[in-house]
């Protein structure tokens, strides 16, 4: 079984949207930062962006900055990934990951406990 389930990849064209969903089972969002990476064929995995599990406070790579928002409901322990304006270079496998520490640093990676089995994201040109 997982504790951390991804879903909402699917195929799109250049400049659409897409919504991805990462729902915990046997824990709380509310302790763990939580965030998305994703894996392209012949590259190796790359983090996307990162929300903290106390302050909220968010982090996104530079090359998705402005076009992709991280949030999450604690209410439904779902931590989302809303991409915008979408381009064929963010075709990959993405993967949600969660640690439980109160706040993101630069060596939050470190204390990954769960890690999603991933989503299928393909952009058109």
């Given at each position: 079984d997982v504790q951390?389930?991804?879903?909402?990849?699917?195929?799109?064209?250049?400049?659409?949207?897409?919504?991805?969903?990462?729902?915990?089972?046997?824990?709380?969002?509310?302790?763990?930062?939580?965030?998305?990476?994703?894996?392209?064929?012949?590259?190796?995995?790359?983090?996307?962006?990162?929300?903290?599990?106390?302050?909220?406070?968010?982090?996104?790579?530079?090359?998705v900055k402005g076009r992709f928002t991280i949030y999450k409901d604690n209410n439904k322990n779902t931590v989302y990934l809303q991409m915008n304006s979408l381009k064929p270079e963010d075709t990959a496998v993405y993967y949600c990951a969660a640690a439980p520490v109160p706040k993101v640093d630069s060596a939050w990676r470190d204390e990954i406990r769960y890690w999603g089995q991933g989503t299928q994201v393909t952009v058109s040109s």
């Open positions: 951390l389930q991804a879903s909402g990849g699917g195929l799109v064209q250049a400049g659409g949207s897409l919504r991805l969903s990462c729902a915990a089972s046997e824990f709380s969002f509310a302790d763990y930062a939580t965030g998305w990476f994703r894996q392209a064929p012949g590259k190796e995995r790359e983090g996307v962006s990162v929300i903290s599990a106390s302050d909220g406070r968010t982090y996104y790579a530079d090359s």
